[in-house]
């Protein structure tokens, strides 16, 4: 086929198929067709978009672009995602959840990336705790405790790699299909039979409304589905940050009390409803799961199977129980209610900024980070304050990036007169 044809095929608004998709995708990837042809080929898809069939079929020729886990026999696999946010430390509450109510849970995780976290520089808080597996073990410890978290393997998905990096360079990120495509090529090739997506709206998320979180979410069930997989997704607020913790160490010692059954209610309540949409997606009883998954936090069954995960990828479980020992840097430093009211507004991206600039998050791939660094909202909003009455704090090392930190959460914050409708957490099913 000829490559320049298939551009021109997608500038004057035609449809591609499986066919022509493959040879063009897998052809870069081997890098026999160059960037500046497939550049072109991606504005063509921004400007005229993908039909449902195309960006299935997309999808499919990226998660078979390189390896795909093979989960073979164990029982009731799961996955979940997040598009993102900030103070999400979800996946480290509700995976031990699921296992504990008999799924499997053998998945791959992100790092953080600029404001948002990542679930496996979080688990880098336990000192010794590996996200390098062989897969062999990694499967085997699927099988035995039913928990098993690894980093994403170079060679998962690499053509969305190579695609994504295109994007970045070409404006094209911002593109439904390429981005829907993108996200459920990584989770088909890892394997899971049912996923739960979490799909972020709000100031601190990658969509800013809820319409177009709406139409992503549509768009990765409608994907997955037509892959043979089982798949939900839920909307949720991302105006404000997840809890009251943003910052590696910090995020886990949430995650903690949250599996003891003392956490944060928003962030509670957002495990139990994901918990729901994967059971009631595997086929059990939605009426009975949201009893269920709430008792794994309360009778110690998911902080077990926590506790089991991280002493078999090499942390101390000690930790688990003494999360007060965890490194968490020695700095304080508060930001006050400037008047008397009601807090208004937590601008999650400021607070995403903040964590970055005290040293917790990367700017680019590979930068080390610090654990113990972070922010803490004492108040969430729609709370009460008085005048000079704490509202944040930032955990610091030495004072590093302290003053940005300080200035970006007191531009984020606002402090009104009367007390703000409270938001809504979950705001849609797909
Ligand atoms: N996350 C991804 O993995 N891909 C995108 O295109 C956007 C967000």
């Not at 699921?98 to 336990?126: C, N, P, Q, Y």
């Not at 990694?138 to 035995?144: D, K």
């Not at 039979?193 to 979410?217: N, P, W």
Request: one cysteine or more.
């Amino acid at each position: 086929f000829n490559v320049p044809d298939l551009i021109r095929k997608k500038r004057d608004g035609g449809e591609h198929s499986h066919a022509e998709l493959e040879g063009l995708i897998l052809g870069y990837t081997r890098g026999e067709v160059p960037d500046y042809q497939i550049s072109a080929w991606l504005m063509a898809v921004y400007l005229r978009g993908m039909t449902p069939q195309e960006t299935a079929d997309l999808t499919l020729v990226m998660a078979g672009s390189g390896d795909q886990l093979d989960l073979g026999d164990l029982p009731r696999t799961v996955d979940k995602h997040s598009t993102g946010g900030v103070g999400d430390k979800t996946s480290l509450i509700l995976t031990p959840m699921l296992s504990a109510l008999g799924l499997t849970v053998a998945k791959m995780s992100g790092r953080g990336l600029a404001h948002t976290g990542g679930t496996i520089d979080k688990l880098e808080s336990f000192p010794g705790w590996t996200p390098e597996l062989s897969e062999e073990r990694f499967l085997a410890q699927a099988r035995e405790i039913g928990l098993a978290l690894v980093g994403q393997s170079r060679d998962l998905a690499p053509a969305d790699g190579k695609l994504y990096a295109l994007r970045d360079v070409t404006a094209t990120v911002d593109c439904l299909p390429l981005i829907a495509s993108s996200i459920m090529s990584k989770k088909l090739a890892s394997g899971a039979h049912t996923v739960v997506l979490d799909v972020k709206v709000g100031a601190g998320a990658f969509m800013q409304t809820l319409e177009d979180g709406r139409a992503l979410a549509r768009a990765m069930v409608d994907i997955g589905t037509r892959a043979g997989r089982q798949v939900r997704a839920v909307l949720t607020d991302m105006d404000a940050p997840l809890g009251h913790m943003a910052g590696n160490s910090l995020e886990v010692q949430e995650a903690l009390d949250t599996l003891r059954g003392t956490g944060p209610e928003d962030l509670t309540e957002l495990c139990v409803a994901l918990a729901v949409e994967v059971l009631a997606a595997a086929g059990e009883d939605e009426g009975e799961a949201a009893a269920r998954a709430r008792a794994t936090l309360h009778d110690g069954s998911a902080l077990e199977k926590f506790r089991a995960f991280v002493a078999a990828q090499g942390g101390d479980p000690a930790l688990v129980d003494e999360p007060g020992h965890l490194d968490v840097a020695p700095g304080r430093s508060d930001i006050t209610a400037p008047a008397a009211g009601f807090v208004g507004r937590i601008d999650a991206l400021g607070v995403g900024r903040a964590v970055l600039a005290l040293g917790g998050g990367r700017e680019r791939k590979g930068e080390a980070i610090d654990h113990g660094v972070g922010v803490e909202l004492l108040k969430k909003p729609g709370e009460a304050v008085d005048r000079g009455e704490a509202v944040l704090r930032l955990y610091h090392r030495d004072g590093r990036g302290l003053d940005t930190a300080r200035r970006l959460l007191e531009d984020g914050l606002s402090i009104v007169d009367t007390a703000p409708a409270p938001e809504k957490l979950i705001l849609d099913r797909v």
